[in-house]
C-alpha cells in the first residue's frame, strides 16, 4: 500500500515536470547553431616577421571574402572584405551572437568586380573573442549574412593568428 502512496504524487510530479516551461543558458544554443563548413573553404594562416594574415577562401585562389591582418604583438588588425557595389561602407561581423560593425575605407577592387572595403579593428573586440573561441564569423549586410565556418582541424590556425597579433 504504502508504494502506490509514493508512487502517484512522484508520477504526478514528473508529468507536471513535463508542462513546465525550460530555462535556457545564454549560451545553451551557441554550438548547434554553428554554421557547417563549406567543402573547399576555410581560414588560412600565413606569417612572417612584418605580417601576418588570416583568410577565408579557397586556398591557392583569389576566391577570399574575408581577409584579416596584423603586424604581430600590436593587437590592431584590418580587415579587408570584398562586396558589391552599392554595399554600404561598413564591414559587419558576428560571431555567436556578438556582433561588431567597423566604418570602412572603399575602393574598386583590382581583383574582383566590385569593392574592396577596408577598416581597423582590435584583437579584444568582442566579435573577434567569440571568434576564436567557435572558429567561425559571419559577415552581413543588408539582404545577406554569409558564415565562415572553419573545417574541423583548422582552429588552431584561428588561435595562432591572434596569438601572432597579440
Known sequence: ?????WTAPALAALALA?????????FAGASSGAPVPVAGYDWHLNEDAEE???SY??????DVPLDLSCRPGTGALQILQTVAEGHPKVIALESGGDTETYPAQAEPSAM????DLTAVARTTDPV???????????????????PLAAQH??????????TLCG
Open 1 to 5: 500500500m504504502r508504494l502506490i502512496v
Open 18 to 26: 513535463g508542462c513546465a516551461p525550460t530555462l535556457k543558458s545564454e
Open 52 to 54: 601576418a594574415s588570416l
Open 57 to 62: 577562401g579557397m586556398a591557392e585562389t583569389d
Open 112 to 115: 574582383h568586380d566590385g569593392l
Open 128 to 146: 573577434f573573442l567569440r571568434f576564436r573561441k567557435l572558429g567561425w564569423l559571419a559577415t552581413y549586410g543588408p539582404d545577406y549574412r554569409t
Open 153 to 162: 582541424g583548422s582552429a588552431p590556425q584561428i588561435d595562432r593568428f591572434f
